[in-house]
Each structure stands twice: as structure tokens, then as C-alpha cells.
């Protein structure tokens, strides 16, 4: 089957999660192309605003040919480089099926904006599409506004929604989160996003006797992840006597809103700020740890707690964690803003001595390994593809 995937985000900002994907449907024996069109803000970083190449491209990653484009958006006009960029797409997709000829479908990842240009390519070329979500309505309604009812994108997204032969969730509450803005009448199914099993394997950890624990949290620096509660519940759990650390990861933990706000919430110290870390330094990070904790205030499927629980270690976390994701002997939630329940799950998890990290980690395999996402991403594609 021919499958042409259009990503909403792509590298150098994110979309990791399409290639992945990609990949997984090549090795079903899938003939398998990306086609990115990556809208560059000179906001975010000026050098590659200016710098990453003019001109459409054909390039290889991963063994996955990619038909890339890098558009120069304008700053503060929403509406004209969404449109443009709609546009852009669809003039690459002409070009694409001149080369390659007519996809059997297109995988859109996100309805926004990849999943309306699937659907007025579709419309145009009668090509099915299936939209995979990734996104929470946390992002949505930061964009939208209060009265996102009367967005302008709204009506586009919705019916990118509706005329998808399928959309895939990434949990069964992701569609109920969203319905606010896009309703539910549409087909959908659940599949979980990939994680690299074998790259974050599992490792015995060492016995806890004389030693500190350590937590790890992998999370940007944003209020969406709750930072200010964990920083809360560390300081509690410290002045209790509990002999642990902290260490932190990801995009804005060494900078200086996080440094003051860490300085003033957990004075007593522990905490371990790492900034942005690669794949194989998240992987070196979580083979240190005893256990993840996120104090997140929105997530669709936080890849981070599926990687730490593949190497083997449970984790604490906030109730908008999918069921899907809640591993019985790996999971402990409590309520979301409440740092005294953090902070008495992670004291908890200190004392916690009989650990099945292999049981925890087969777990995940069976949920969100390549292998398994591929097939039954394959069913749905193949499914949306008959006549």
C-alpha cells in the first residue's frame, strides 16, 4: 500500500512522532513517504529562520524519503500563513504524485493544520485520509481564546474531523477532551503513540538500602506541566526526613524563570536542573532514576513516563494521565494541583522496596512498541484505503 504522511510539525521543531510512525508502517512492507512543509518563526530561532534551505527538497531520514519545504512565516498574521501554508502543501502534493504517483491514502498527523490539507486534497483528488491527534484541547483553547466557539479555525478542524475516513487517538479521553471543540461526529479509534522498546530498554536498578532515591521529571518548563507543584511537594517530602533528589529535564529547566522559581519553592535544594537533553541522554537519565513524576495539568499521552516505564521504573502523576497509560504496580495518581497528594505518593514510592520492572516494562512493549503500533496502524490505513 502506498502511504503518503503529511505532518503537521516536523524537525527542527518536533514531529519525531511521524517518522517513527513511518517507519513502523515500512516495515509492515508499506511503500512509505513523508511530505513537510515546516513553518519557521523568527521569533523561536533567527538563525534558522535564515539559515535552513529555500525550496522544496527531497531528502532521505531514517531510510524514509522526506519531500521537505521550509516557509518563512510572517509574525503576528495568523490566518495568512495558515492559508499560505495550506496552500504550499497542496501545490507539493501535485508535485509529489508527478513523481510517485497517487498515495493509496494520506496519514495526517494533527488536524491542524496537516489534517485540512488532507482533506482539500482529498476533495480535489479523491485520495481517503486518516488523521492521527496528537494534540490535548489545552493547546486549543491557549490559541482560541475564552470564546473559542466562534475561532475562524474551528469549522476548517471540525470538518477535517468529520471527512477523515478515520481519526486515531492517542487515549479514549483525548476524544472526550476535544469534543468541546469538535464534537464527536466522526469515526475514531485508539492507538497509542511509539516508543523505541529496544533503545529504552529495561535496567535492574540497585537496591535502595543506604542510598538516596531519586525521582526524575522530563517535562519543558511550561505551566502546563506543573513545575510549581513539584518544586511544592519536593520541599514537603524533604522536610519529612525523606532521603531523595530530584533531577529535571527538558527545554527552559536551566533558565532563569525556572532557576528563581526552583530557589524560592524548594530552598532546602535536591533538585538538579539538565536543560535539554538528547535521546540518549534522556535514556542515561532515566537508567539513573528510581521513578518519574509528572505534576502535568493537561497531557494527551506523555511520551516521557511511556520511555520511563519501558526502562523499567513506575512513576507519580497527576489524574489527566490516560487510563490506557495507568500500569497496575506502576502508576500512582492523585489529584491534579494538589501538592500534599504528591508529595505522600512520592513518599510512598520511597518506601516501595518490591518493584517488577520487567513486568512494567513487557507492559509497554505490548502497548506502544514499533512493532505494535505498525500493525494496527496498518489495520486502520488499510481499512480507510478500500474503495
Avoid at 29 to 52: A, C, D, M, P, Y
Avoid at 77 to 89: A, G, M, S
Avoid at 280 to 286: A, C, F, M, T
Amino acid at each position: 500500500m502506498h502511504i503518503l504522511e503529511i505532518p503537521s510539525f516536523f524537525p527542527p521543531y518536533g514531529g519525531e512522532f511521524c517518522l517513527e510512525q513511518a517507519k513502523a508502517l515500512k516495515n509492515e512492507g508499506h511503500e512509505v513517504r513523508i511530505l513537510s512543509n515546516v513553518q519557521l518563526s523568527v521569533k523561536r530561532s533567527i538563525r534558522q529562520f535564515l539559515t535552513l534551505p529555500r525550496g522544496s527538497r527531497f531528502q532521505t531520514s531514517c531510510g524514509i524519503e522526506v519531500y521537505q519545504t521550509f516557509m518563512r512565516g510572517m509574525p503576528k498574521v495568523v490566518r495568512p500563513n495558515v492559508r499560505r501554508w495550506l496552500n504550499i502543501v497542496q501545490r507539493m502534493y501535485a508535485t509529489y504524485e508527478l513523481r510517485y504517483g497517487r498515495p493509496d491514502v494520506i496519514h495526517a498527523h494533527c488536524a491542524k493544520w496537516a489534517g485540512v490539507a488532507a482533506m482539500l486534497i482529498g476533495r480535489q483528488q479523491q485520495v481517503p485520509y486518516v488523521i492521527t491527534e496528537h494534540l490535548s484541547s489545552e493547546i486549543f483553547r491557549e490559541e482560541f481564546g475564552e470564546h473559542y466557539e466562534a475561532a475562524w479555525q474551528v469549522p476548517m478542524l471540525r470538518a477535517a474531523y468529520q471527512s477523515a475516513q478515520n481519526v486515531v487517538m492517542v487515549s479514549s479521553e483525548q476524544a472526550d477532551d476535544l469534543s468541546p471543540f469538535f464534537g464527536k461526529d466522526y469515526h475514531h479509534v485508539v492507538i497509542s503513540n511509539i516508543i523505541d522498546t529496544d533503545f529504552f530498554a529495561f535496567r535492574e536498578r540497585p537496591p535502595l538500602d543506604g542510598r538516596e532515591y531519586v525521582f526524575c521529571c522530563v517535562a519543558h518548563f511550561i505551566p502546563l506541566k506543573g513545575y510549581d507543584v513539584l518544586f511544592r511537594a519536593f520541599e514537603l517530602l524533604r522536610s519529612r526526613g525523606c532521603r531523595a533528589r530530584l533531577l529535571i529535564a527538558g527545554n527552559g529547566t536551566q533558565g532563569r524563570p525556572c532557576t528563581r522559581q526552583m530557589k524560592r519553592l524548594a530552598p532546602s535544594g535536591g533538585i538538579t536542573a539538565l536543560g535539554q537533553l538528547s535521546r540518549e541522554e534522556v535514556r542515561q537519565l532515566l537508567y539513573q532514576s528510581d521513578c518519574m513524576v509528572l505534576a502535568s495539568r493537561s497531557e494527551a499521552q506523555p511520551l516521557s513516563l511511556l520511555e520511563a516505564m519501558s526502562t523499567g521504573i513506575p512513576y507519580v502523576a497527576t489524574s489527566c494521565i490516560p487510563q490506557s497509560m495507568r500500569i497496575e504496580g506502576a502508576s500512582h495518581i492523585v489529584a491534579m494541583d494538589d501538592v500534599n497528594a504528591l508529595a505522600d505518593a512520592m513518599m510512598e514510592r520511597c518506601s516501595e522496596t518490591a518493584i517488577d520492572g520487567r513486568r512494567i516494562a513487557g507492559k509497554v512493549k505490548d502497548m506502544a512498541s514499533p512493532w505494535m503500533v505498525g500493525r494496527s496502524l496498518s489495520a486502520v490505513l488499510e481499512q480507510a484505503a478500500q474503495p
